[in-house]
């Protein structure tokens, strides 16, 4: 089975808390996996699935601890044909720019040829009390893909 790279991007850390229970899901669900809190590519690059899990921040960016990778991403533009990934977003529907890190997430991925394996999450952090269930309402749609 291949192993789970979840990737965290957060501001304020709700992002994390959702990566945890994520994870924790996960696990008990037999899949392996491990959490990545700020990385390079060359930490991840050899992994085969990617579960990004990312709040949006200020006018619609990327947390800076997701930035790097995503920012070195643009900057190589290497071949992530082998790359399969999903993505859970945090946002705030009163902004226009909700969720956006998540559209970015995938832009970028999918342009090195990353192959997205479902619909992304959004959360809406005004709406959804209860994020961690949320997320692990939509896992199904995660895990059927694998």
């Not at 790097?68 to 009163?94: C, E, M, T, W």
Request: glycine share 6%.
């Amino acid at each position: 089975m291949t192993k789970i790279c979840i990737i965290t991007g957060s501001t304020l850390g709700a992002a994390e808390y959702v990566a945890d229970h994520v994870a924790e899901v996960l696990q008990q669900q037999g899949f392996d996996n491990h959490i990545r809190r700020a990385v390079v590519l060359d930490e991840v690059i050899e992994d085969k699935l990617w579960l990004v899990v990312t709040s949006t921040h200020g006018a619609g960016e990327v947390p800076d601890n997701l930035k790097p990778l995503i920012n070195q991403i643009k900057q190589d533009k290497p071949d992530l044909s082998h790359l399969r990934f999903a993505v859970i977003g945090l946002g705030n529907s009163d902004y226009d720019t909700f969720c956006y890190a998540v559209n970015e997430v995938e832009s970028v991925l999918g342009g090195c040829g990353a192959q997205q394996l479902c619909p992304s999450l959004k959360i809406d952090v005004l709406s959804v009390e209860d994020h961690d269930q949320c997320a692990q309402d939509w896992l199904p749609n995660f895990t059927a893909c694998l």
